[in-house]
């Protein structure tokens, strides 16, 4: 009988040590630039109640109807694999009374979220996501502020040509004329909807304007426009908006149409575009959602914020010829010859890792020829030879892999001297 294998389940990947370093890098210049902006870190749960994304996410939702992974746990409680960041980030601010701390308090995460959907390039159903969220400040130069950062993140990595598109979706006081707007215009093309497009067409039309379907696109695109049903207060808010963009020469493109996939946004929402085609070039985005708090128990509160995927930034990435390889840098290889030399050699090993120093050696049985090929194909710039005479002197012989020049040091020297030369690289 055939031995079982296992696989990964379908949507879901494994990220190889060969893969690490773009994650690495990816994530850590994310994490440096957000901490460098007063944000600090938060990890939320994996799993969450279901109720905090029905209610702040909604119902009329693709994420909430068709993506979430939904169930039951031994004491009857529904929960939910968190599909995005921003409610989980909100509920962790209520639950934990940040009302009371300096206000906007200033957030950033990178989670693996979870959405049930059809595999694609740039869309599985487990990711990873990072993004920011600011909470308890309703002016618009936040919203630029963080429009900012993440358009400042794209630079820093080195992708070129990630565009900006923006609008602006109004609030409870102007959205239902928007609304009736939109009702009465898709009322009248429905037979050319798609089916999911005349659901929505019943529960929240806005809706409508997110679908990818090419039958409903042309439709959308002659649809009534947003930015003609803002009230004073909305059009006020995003016209500042737009002059912080324009005052740090961030270059924009204004979408009518534009209005993210989640019912908790108002006014500001925005998403990045990277080069490659088709519908997952779309790298992230975020906006403004300054009745969530409250929908979800909290006092009235404004925020606002954005989620990036990073496997689809991964791929721009990639598609831009920008293969970032973040190797380990070992900085020294030990070369050990007979079982007295070993032990000499683990215990430099172990010396230099605990004194900071990136050091590999082989430690079982191994010829000096293939002990050398493995510290030049891992780019180690010196080795350090251990033999039997050299245990007996308590010395080691430090060579450098570049000029092949060899000097003898005492063993108890080697890690200091280590130190010194690779401060001296620093400087």
Known sequence: MAKKTFQNPRGTYDILPIQFGLYDYVVNNFKNLSQQAGYLQIETPTIEPVEIFTRGVGEDTDIVEKEM????????NKLALKPEGTAPVVRAYIQ???????????LFYASSMFRYGRP?????????????????????NIDAHIIALANRFFHKIGLQNVSLQINSIGDETCR????????????????LLCQDCRRRLKHNPLRILDCKEKRCQTIIERSPQTLDYLCKNCNSHFRKVLEYLDEMEITYELNSTLV?????????VFEFYGLREGAQSSLGGGGRYDGLIE???????????????????ILELESQNLNIVNKPKIK???ISLGESARLAAFRLIEDS???GISVEGVIGKGSISAQFAKADKIGAPYAIIIGQKEVFDQTCILRDMVSGAQEIIPITKIVSELQKRFSKEKH
């Not at 740039?122 to 618009?140: D, T």
């Not at 239902?176 to 037979?191: D, I, M, T």
């Not at 909290?298 to 990073?310: A, R």
Request: charged share 20%; aromatic share 12%; net charge positive.
């Open 295 to 313: 929908l979800m128990g909290g006092q009235s509160t404004p925020g606002v914020g954005f989620g990036l995927g990073v496997e689809r930034i």
């Open 332 to 334: 020294a290889y030990v």
């Open 176 to 191: 239902p004329k928007f609304k009736e707007a939109l009702k009465n215009y898709f009322k009248s093309n429905h037979k």
């Open 96 to 106: 934990h009374g940040m009302s009371s701390q300096i206000q906007p308090v200033k």
């Open 260 to 268: 993210r996939g989640l019912d908790y946004y108002t006014r500001t």
């Open 69 to 76: 992974y939904i169930f039951n746990d031994r004491s009857g």
């Open 120 to 140: 694609q390039t740039g869309r599985q159903r487990q990711f990873n996501s990072i993004g920011v969220e600011a909470i308890g400040e309703g002016s618009p």
């Open 353 to 355: 890792l605990e004194n």
